[in-house]
């Protein structure tokens, strides 16, 4: 069965950077894209950044441009979500999710930036 589990969460403080991973299995990763998305506290899910089944290609939301890198190892059946400079306003929930006959996500990982 499809598994997406998500790690690498915690505190951080603002201005720092925190890298999330999310490891897949029960599926072919390599054929698929791959996506995190966000639920801050109050707020609903969404989208932050997709990385195409041939990781040529990344799209970002604008709030996080140029802050957060998607990146995808197929050895490793992993999708990573490096993110830096990160605000306060980027506490939140991330999840991490696949696509298929349905949609898929992980159970997610708190990610908390305050001083």
């Known amino acids: 069965q499809v598994q997406l589990v998500e790690s690498g969460g915690g505190l951080v403080q603002p201005g720092g950077s925190l890298r999330l991973s999310c490891a897949a299995s029960g599926f072919t990763f390599s054929n698929y894209a791959m996506r995190w998305y966000r639920q801050a506290p109050g707020k609903e899910r969404e989208w932050v950044a997709t990385i195409s089944s041939a990781g040529g290609t990344t799209n970002y939301a604008d709030s996080v441009k140029a802050r957060f890198t998607i990146s995808r190892d197929d050895v490793k059946n992993t999708v990573y979500m490096q993110m830096n400079s990160m605000k306060p306003e980027n506490t939140a929930v991330f999840y991490c999710?696949?696509?298929?006959?349905?949609?898929?996500w992980g159970q997610g990982t708190q990610v908390n930036v305050s001083s």
């Open positions: 999710h696949a696509s298929m006959l349905r949609d898929y």
